[in-house]
T-cell receptor, first 114, second 113 residues
Framework: DGGITQSPKYLFRKEGQNVTLSCEQN?????MYWYRQDPGQGLRLIYY???????QKGDIAEGYSVSREKKESFPLTVTSAQKNPTAFYLC?????????????FGPGTRLTVL | QQQVKQSPQSLIVQKGGISIINCAYE??????FPWYQQFPGKGPALLIA?????SEKKEGRFTISFNKSAKQFSLHIMDSQPGDSATYFC????????????FGKGTRLSVIA
């Protein structure tokens, strides 16, 4: 089955801890994205990567970090510098070339800071 | 100029009725306009999308209407069903510039029997 997987589904973190959210895709997509979703706020872009070993900040990158060492993987680290990290985190991917331009989402990770 | 404005914020429709959600944009470089459907606790799923070279696209009960001169596009859900109750997001991007999608803030649709 082709798709995007995110793990874990639920994550609890103590204040002051860094946590890493996993995102893997087997769609052979070039571009990958991380979004944060809060109630009534829609989807806000954290980071995105269009090719391996390159990534750009989105609208709310402060307190987050990413890496893109492999085409299929785009992990997100929520650092202790992120003041309000409790949210639903969504990973997405899309092709950069010709073909369907739809952006496809994973099932999400709900992060709760205790 | 990067914003996509979506309305209404919430919508209640009777079963069998037509649900209409509207979006407006400013960036004339946008050339791809998708709609996403999201159920609680799930990731958004691509519903239907349109390019600016057509004014309407229909897939089953879902139709996108696109008005390039007004820089507006809308989603129509015909014969709305309780199973359509979800949050709907419009979005836009520039394919040629390979830019990320810009999302509207979402519309929570409730279809009541």
């Amino acid at each position: 089955d082709g798709g995007i997987t995110q793990s874990p589904k639920y994550l609890f973190r103590k204040e002051g801890q860094n946590v890493t959210l996993s995102c893997e895709q087997n769609l052979n997509h070039d571009a990958m994205y991380w979004y944060r979703q809060d109630p009534g706020q829609g989807l806000r872009l954290i980071y995105y990567s269009q090719i391996v070993n390159d990534f750009q900040k989105g609208d709310i990158a402060e307190g987050y970090s990413v890496s893109r060492e492999k085409k299929e993987s785009f992990p997100l680290t929520v650092t202790s510098a992120q003041k309000n990290p409790t949210a639903f985190y969504l990973c997405a991917s899309t092709t950069s070339g010709k073909g369907p331009q739809g952006q496809f989402f994973g099932p999400g990770t709900r992060l709760t800071v205790l | 100029q990067q914003q996509v404005k979506q309305s209404p914020q919430s919508l209640i429709v009777q079963k069998g009725g037509i649900s209409i959600i509207n979006c407006a944009y400013e960036n004339t470089a946008f050339d791809y306009f998708p709609w996403y459907q999201q159920f609680p606790g799930k990731g958004p799923a691509l519903l239907i999308a349109i390019r600016p070279d057509v004014s309407e696209k229909k897939e089953g009960r879902f139709t996108i209407s696109f008005n390039k001169s007004a820089k507006q596009f809308s989603l129509h859900i015909m014969d709305s069903q309780p199973g359509d109750s979800a949050t709907y997001f419009c979005a836009a991007r520039t394919i040629s510039g390979n830019t990320p999608l810009v999302f509207g803030k979402g519309t929570r649709l409730s279809v009541i029997a």
